[in-house]
Nanobody, 118 residues
Framework: QVQLVESGGGLVQAGGSLRLSCGASGRTFSRYVMGWFRQAPGKEREFVAA????????RYTDSVRGRFTISADSAKNTVTLQMNSLKPEDSAVYYC???????????WGQGTQVTVSS
């Protein structure tokens, strides 16, 4: 079992920045790929970014590439999503997830709200 706890959401104006953190714990969590997803009201949950714990491989959805940066600190058991140049369309509940494969995520955090005002 892997436990995930997100923090760092909030309200920000367009063009601003936020930093989301995900604390991970549990057995063998370091074997998992870590991802961030988001879900806006009335929309399906979508992939945002993912990383392996060594930090050597990262993936991003096209809409955030160049604005968001995912990083992993294995010593602190934390995965961070730095979000810059935020847009109103980035508003959503952001979820941290751990997966056994890049395309399959087994454990989820409770989510943190990000709201970007125009």
């Amino acid at each position: 079992q892997v436990q995930l706890v997100e923090s760092g959401g909030g309200l920000v104006q367009a063009g601003g920045s936020l930093r989301l953190s995900c604390g991970a714990s549990g057995r063998t969590f370091s074997r998992y790929v870590m991802g961030w997803f988001r879900q806006a009201p009335g929309k399906e949950r979508e992939f945002v970014a993912a990383i392996n714990w060594t930090g050597g491989i990262t993936r991003y959805t096209d809409s955030v590439r160049g604005r968001f940066t995912i990083s992993a600190d294995s010593a602190k058991n934390t995965v961070t999503l730095q979000m810059n140049s935020l847009k109103p369309e980035d508003s959503a509940v952001y979820y941290c997830a751990a997966g056994s494969r890049w395309s399959s995520y087994d454990f989820w955090g409770q989510g943190t709200q990000v709201t970007v005002s125009s």
